[in-house]
């Protein structure tokens, strides 16, 4: 009934929020392939897919050398803002998304719910 508090460490504590991770993690995996070792290999490949695509942008693009560094806000100045801004943005953010959502949803198949 009554237990004894054990301490907990920041070693206990990342194995503890690790253990759930690992889990959903192997099931998600399960999900797109029924072997294990093939489904780890195939997100392997997608990685590198993914990492040789983003290093070819950077190349043509011409920004191999130079970091990112935010060349957007260069100019932003904090005096000419406005709290309405970020509220407006989210805002609009969250009606394009439902109205995404509208769109998929009517021209969904029932075959992308199928396992294959």
Known sequence: MFQAAIPQTSL???IRLADPI???T???LRKTHSHAVIG???NILQLMIF???AYVMFHVVGRRANAIRGDAFVNYNLHFSNIA???????????VGFLGK????KRSSISWEAKR
Do not use: I
């Open 12 to 14: 206990r504590s990342a």
């Open 22 to 24: 690992h889990h959903a």
């Open 26 to 28: 192997l099931r998600s």
């Open 40 to 42: 780890q290999l195939r």
């Open 51 to 53: 990492v040789l695509g």
């Open 85 to 95: 801004y970020p509220f407006w943005l989210s805002v609009w953010l969250v009606l």
């Open 102 to 105: 509208k769109f998929t949803r």
